[in-house]
């Protein structure tokens, strides 16, 4: 008889491995972003994975929006240290406030149309980029600076939209877990592997 998985234990594997993915594509996008310093655009893979861990779990994708951020400053060696880990890190929790898209109009209604989609893979960015622009000015950045940025990240928000339209596309990729485990369930049941 084969060992099951509790629910918390799937849970636990599933946001540390999506943890992983977090911290390995988020320092290497930095630190290519890096070695082209005249390069116009910020790219970022923390707003998407969020997307994805929030459709998944919910508000357990918090972890990663502020994850992504903390790891950005580390790749990108920002100083005052202090002050862009709060601002990448802290400013990424409001990416978050994207849940009540999903509460509003539905995990899988958000799933199933393209459109959707893309709109709350687009609000987690725009949110993101918000709190940390939000933050910057609160911790003194001129307006000037903030604008800068939010336009470096253009091809961030691109990125994301992209990434948003591939992963709808794999099963049970960009889905509600439990929803997903107990559709899998059904299907075993009736002979559907």
């Known amino acids: 008889m084969k060992r099951q998985r509790s629910l918390g234990q799937y849970r636990a594997i ?3 491995l999506f943890a992983v993915l977090t911290v390995i594509f988020e320092f290497v996008a930095t630190k290519a972003g890096l070695a082209m310093p005249y390069a116009p655009y910020l790219l970022s893979v923390t707003p998407v994975l969020t997307a994805v861990v929030m459709m998944r779990w919910g508000l357990w994708g918090a972890i990663h ?7 950005y400053c580390f790749a990108a060696g920002l100083e005052p240290a202090g002050q862009w880990y709060l601002i990448c ?11 009540g898209l999903l509460r509003y109009l539905g995990w899988e209604k958000v799933r199933e149309k393209t459109l959707l989609t893309l709109l709350y893979g687009a609000l987690v960015h725009l949110l993101m980029q918000i709190g940390r ?3 910057m000015l609160i911790l003194g950045a001129g307006s000037a600076q903030v604008v800068n940025l939010a336009m470096m990240e253009a091809v961030t ?12 596309r794999v099963d049970g990729l960009f889905e509600d877990q439990r929803h997903y485990l107990r559709r899998v369930s059904r299907e ?3 002979g559907g592997f």
């Not at 929006?65 to 790891?71: Q, S």
């Not at 928000?157 to 709808?168: A, N, Q, S």
């Open 89 to 99: 890190g802290a400013g990424n929790l409001l990416g978050v406030a994207a849940l």
């Open 65 to 71: 929006a502020a994850l992504g951020g903390i790891v």
């Open 188 to 190: 075993e049941e009736e």
């Open 133 to 135: 622009s939000a933050l």
């Open 157 to 168: 928000l691109l990125f994301t939209l992209v990434l948003m339209w591939i992963v709808r």
């Open 14 to 16: 599933d946001l540390a």
